[in-house]
């Protein structure tokens, strides 16, 4: 695998894809795993301000709906589940996070890009 030798995990194309969405979109529970596993950045936005695990949910929400649910569609539907309980519904870049705020020091952190508070 090209990430064993050095290459950027979070890479995006002119979507703003990056590997983990384009993983998580078409429910490949390996490869979303072993991006995981190397560090990829779940709160990364596309174009469209969606992260990986809005699209699993748009792939599970889909699989859903299909009437016939044969025995591919249901590993499908399972695969988009664990999909989703691997990529937390983390703070989107950019947003306002309150959960350091207390009564006596209020502070607020805003994500920044490169995932840092």
Known sequence: MLLNHGANVDVQDNKLWTPLIIAAMHGNLEVVKALVGFGANMGIEDIEGKTAREY?????????SKASQDLKVKKKINELTCIRSLLPDEDKEGEVIDDDMTPNHPQTKIKQKDNKI
Do not use: C, G, M, W
């Open 56 to 64: 699993a949910t748009e792939a599970l929400e889909n699989e859903l």
